[in-house]
């Protein structure tokens, strides 16, 4: 039967798989319309550095989803930590005898609780960075509309239409709004799970006549 650290060996395993496959466009979903570098150079030298203002809300969705990436190492690497004092406190429950066993046992009961909670947390936040992967599409689709539309206050011609590139956002924005809705679905979940985890820090801490703390069970 595996342990828990050979069950999260196994998904860490996973998850490197699912981290390169969403290097990849979010489900296929790609640009259609992109404005040429040609035509930016044609616009006026004071026009150009405000369209590349633009590129800040890029700049944003990346960083968001460094963010999530960071959530889930931390995670995992939580959950190392926590096999380690759970090896500690059952060695120390087998010495121990009376009133001890049972307060160790409800440690080792919340420290596993803790454990659920992030494995629970590092599936959510892969949906979350599938999301991230979305929102960062959406935020290059605005900065190609932001490019074509001062391509069109330029009057610089062009075989493009600012109209496709707003369509664009548009489709891109549905798509977003439809995935969120699975995310703040399973966020519920993930609040459920969260919930078990702090009624077992509780039960323990109101066992040895002390406050929720331990650097170990901090949120």
Same mark, same amino acid.
């Not at 078990?196 to 109101?206: C, F, G, H, N, V």
């Given at each position: 039967?595996?342990?828990? =650290?050979?069950?999260?060996?196994?998904?860490?395993?996973? +998850? +490197?798989?699912? /981290?390169?496959?969403?290097?990849?466009?979010?489900?296929?979903?790609?640009?259609?319309?992109?404005?040429?570098?040609?035509?930016? !150079?044609?616009?006026?030298?004071?026009?150009?550095?405000?369209?590349?203002?633009?590129? =800040?809300?890029?700049?944003?969705?990346?960083?968001?989803?460094?963010?999530?990436?960071?959530?889930?190492?931390?995670?995992?690497?939580?959950?190392?930590?926590?096999?380690?004092?759970?090896?500690?406190?059952?060695?120390?429950?087998?010495?121990?005898?009376?009133?001890?066993? =049972?307060? +160790?046992?409800?440690?080792?009961?919340?420290?596993?609780?803790?454990?659920?909670?992030?494995?629970?947390?590092?599936?959510? !936040?892969?949906?979350?960075?599938?999301?991230?992967?979305?929102?960062?599409?959406?935020?290059?689709?605005?900065?190609?509309?932001?490019?074509? !539309?001062?391509?069109?206050?330029?009057?610089?011609?062009?075989?493009?239409?600012?109209?496709?590139?707003?369509?664009?956002?548009?489709?891109?924005?549905?798509?977003?709004?439809?995935?969120?809705?699975?995310?703040?679905?399973?966020?519920?979940? /993930?609040?459920?799970?969260?919930?078990?985890? /702090?009624?077992?820090?509780?039960?323990?801490?109101?066992?040895?006549?002390?406050?929720?703390?331990?650097?170990? =069970?901090?949120?």
């Amino acid at each position: 039967m595996y342990r828990r =650290t050979q069950l999260r060996a196994l998904a860490r395993r996973g +998850l +490197l798989v699912g /981290l390169a496959a969403l290097c990849l466009p979010a489900c296929g979903m790609s640009l259609r319309y992109t404005v040429d570098e040609d035509m930016l !150079q044609r616009l006026p030298k004071a026009s150009k550095r405000s369209v590349y203002q633009a590129e =800040t809300i890029v700049t944003i969705a990346i960083d968001a989803k460094g963010a999530v990436k960071r959530k889930i190492d931390n995670a995992l690497k939580e959950n190392d930590r926590l096999d380690a004092k759970i090896d500690e406190v059952k060695a120390q429950r087998g010495k121990a005898s009376g009133d001890q066993v =049972t307060k +160790l046992g409800l440690e080792i009961r919340m420290l596993e609780a803790k454990q659920d909670y992030n494995e629970a947390l590092v599936d959510h !936040q892969r949906l979350v960075l599938k999301l991230s992967d979305r929102e960062l599409l959406l935020a290059r689709a605005q900065f190609e509309l932001a490019k074509a !539309q001062l391509i069109k206050k330029h009057s610089i011609q062009g075989d493009m239409a600012v109209e496709d590139f707003e369509g664009q956002v548009r489709d891109i924005q549905a798509r977003v709004a439809e995935f969120r809705k699975d995310v703040d679905e399973e966020a519920a979940e /993930l609040k459920e799970e969260e919930n078990r985890w /702090l009624e077992a820090k509780k039960a323990y801490y109101s066992a040895i006549g002390e406050s929720s703390k331990g650097w170990w =069970t901090e949120q």
